[in-house]
């Protein structure tokens, strides 16, 4: 069996690299929204102009990124979203709420400290963890039936 994986979320630490390196030697591909948070940002504004208006340069990077972002969620076998501390990521929980909507394996991933804010969202996960190496766990366990030790 090979998992298609995408990692949904906060861009501001290595989470991700923890997750693929631990990874490593199972049947698993990766896919992630652009984490240059420059490129993402004014993706918009350096392919199709300049915007004036802050909403709008914000609104062409967002649309462009989500090509991309709805592209991995409808080809991904489990959707791992990391909410981080430091910044509200919305755009986090609405691929949640995409990923839930498509019926895909959803996994969360956050702190003690979000346990509440994300209740809803921990409800329609399969897994809730608080550390990457938890995730890898699991996709270890869906791959192998094998218990972490």
């Given amino acids: 069996m090979t998992l298609k994986v995408y990692l949904s979320g906060e861009i501001h630490t290595d989470w991700r690299d923890q997750i693929i390196q631990g990874a490593q030697g199972l049947d698993v591909s990766f896919d992630s929204p652009v984490t240059d948070h420059a490129a993402s940002d004014d993706c918009g504004v350096e392919i199709l ?19 991309r972002t709805r592209k991995g969620i409808a080809d991904a076998d489990v959707v791992v979203v990391r909410f981080g501390d430091q910044y509200k990521q919305w ?11 498509l019926g895909k394996s959803l996994i969360v991933l956050h702190g003690p400290d979000h346990a509440h804010a994300l209740k809803e969202v921990d ?4 897994a809730v963890a608080q550390e990457p190496h938890q995730v890898v766990d699991i996709l270890r366990y869906v791959l192998t039936g094998k218990l972490p030790g």
């Fill in 49 to 67: 102009g300049a915007e004036p208006d802050k909403f709008w340069h914000d609104r062409k990077g967002a649309q462009l990124n989500a090509i």
């Fill in 91 to 101: 755009n986090a929980a609405f691929d949640a709420g995409q990923a839930a909507a």
């Fill in 123 to 126: 409800a329609a996960a399969l």
